[in-house]
């Protein structure tokens, strides 16, 4: 998979821009300000149908714009897929594939699998429980449509369970039943699902991190809060609503299930965002992202696009020398850096300059 072009018209601080990336590795520079990173989070928007930053759709449009538009080219398989991601104030989203309209913006996932890596990943990522569920979240949904089909359930019984224990009132034992079995039917697939993807990240997640850090350190990550592997997701976790039900009805809302389970990532043995130095989080976090792609190379088939906002200066000389040499294994990078990068240091990057 390689994104050939990428036109904006317009998004962010892009009134028309149009880029050129006919090449397996492309460098973006350019000083700070210029839109690099805002580059590579159009050709995500094209991938999730969604910021990758977790912004709304609205903060993408420019302040004198009422819409955004960002279409892409794209190589897959040899042939030419045209993507196209439109939002609007008024209209909404709406996703377009070769032309034609898709019925929802969540049929765009699939069609072009980016794995992304952003500085500020480092302390929002790696330092809070839900932002590493969404890892997850986006990493599946791009791999597994019966996945996302089971997290979008999931959320849904979700909000209509929490709705029923708010309103003390309303409650009634059969409702609440029906919606708790529902929950962990859904939230059981999700555990499931979510922990067969671990299991398959271990061993390119240890190996990206070997390469990259010293030969001291130790990193990996963990799942906390479902059963064991091997066991009935489901039942498990219809048992632990029923022990929780007391406490959730005078809360008020669900306490336990997939949107409370974390994934701890561990320098040592100990949880990194409490005990990691910052370059111990950083190695951590690219080398998830590196796990990712080849995750997502084995389960659907072909590699996706990496992209990698200014990642060389979140890393020490020897880290950074590690993962350019690294690069080479992938079909394609899209690497953005606020300076062109030294000679020699890199080889065959297509460098696309954003200053005048």
């Not at 000083?31 to 805002?38: E, H, I, L, V």
């Not at 569920?133 to 909000?159: E, G, I, K, T």
């Amino acid at each position: 998979m390689k994104v050939e072009s990428v036109e904006l018209h317009p998004f962010r601080n892009f009134d028309r821009a149009a880029f050129s990336m006919p090449a397996e590795r492309v460098l973006i520079s350019g000083r700070n300000g210029r839109g690099k990173s805002n580059v590579l989070e159009a050709i995500a928007f094209l991938s999730i149908g969604k910021s990758v930053r977790g912004a709304r759709d609205q903060q993408a449009v420019p302040f004198s714009d009422s819409h955004f538009d960002i279409s892409a080219t794209c190589m897959r398989g040899g042939r030419p897929l045209r993507l196209r991601l439109y939002y609007s104030r008024t209209e909404g989203k709406q996703a377009f594939v070769d032309g034609d309209a898709l019925d929802g913006v969540s049929q765009l996932l699939g069609r072009l699998r980016t794995v992304h890596f952003a500085p500020e990943d480092v302390a929002l990522v790696l330092r809070f429980p839900a932002q590493r569920r969404r890892l997850l979240d986006v990493l599946l949904s791009q791999s597994s449509p019966a996945y996302l089909r089971h997290l979008q359930r999931y959320q849904r019984v979700l909000a209509q369970r929490n709705a029923l224990l708010r309103d003390a009132l309303q409650q009634d034992a059969a409702s609440l039943a029906t919606w708790t079995e529902q929950l962990a039917l859904a939230g059981g697939e999700v555990r499931r699902l979510r922990l067969q993807a671990l299991a398959l990240l271990r061993n390119p997640f240890a190996a990206a991190a070997a390469r990259l850090a010293p030969s001291a350190e130790h990193l990996d990550f963990a799942y906390r809060g479902a059963a064991d592997a091997e066991t009935d997701q489901a039942e498990a976790l219809r048992l632990h609503l029923e022990r929780s039900a007391t406490r959730e009805r005078q809360l008020g809302h669900t306490l336990v299930g997939p949107h409370r389970d974390d994934l701890v990532f561990l320098a040592d043995g100990r949880a990194a965002d409490e005990y990691a130095s910052e370059g111990q989080l950083k190695t951590l976090l690219i080398a998830w992202k590196l796990a990712e792609v080849a995750f997502l190379e084995d389960q659907a088939g072909g590699q996706p696009v990496l992209l990698l906002d200014d990642v060389l200066s979140e890393l020490d000389e020897a880290r950074s020398s590690a993962l350019l040499e690294m690069m080479d294994g992938f079909e394609q990078v899209v690497l953005t850096s606020p300076r062109p990068l030294a000679p020699g240091s890199v080889r065959g990057f297509l460098d696309l300059c954003l200053d005048p």
